[in-house]
């Protein structure tokens, strides 16, 4: 099955999206409920583009990688996107692998701060990545 990038564009719009409204209401004050509502949208827009991306990369290093990947663990997947130059940071990828995980913790404040500080990061590696596979699939 080819590798079809429209998902993955789109949830990351989606991501950009919900961040940016996020910002724009914090810098006009916005009432602390509704900046809770966007950071907590914004999370679950992170959740769901980080399984797209991820998902993304599997596919395509299945599809084009010389390594089998199909027992690979998510550390080793992303160790083999780093050394193909998909990813900027295997290590990176890794702790958005944790922070999704957490995301069903999203009514416990400390730990929906946790992740959204990490969604502006994942936001550009998820471009990063999309921009890689856009180049090697056109």
Known sequence: MPV????LRRAIAALDEGLSAF???QSKGADPA???????????RFEFTF????????????????????RAT???MFRIGYEQGLLRDAEAWLLYLQRRNLTSHVYDQSIAEQIFRTVPDFLEDARWLLARLE????
Not at 34 to 44: N, P, Y
Not at 51 to 70: C, N
């Open 4 to 7: 079809n990038l429209v998902n």
């Open 23 to 25: 910002r724009r209401e």
């Open 51 to 70: 399984e797209i991306a991820w998902k993304t990369l599997r596919r395509y290093l299945e599809e084009y990688s010389l390594e089998q990947i199909d």
């Open 74 to 76: 998510n550390r080793q």
């Open 135 to 138: 180049e090697r699939l056109t």
């Open 34 to 44: 509704l900046q809770a509502l966007l950071r907590d949208a914004a999370i679950q």
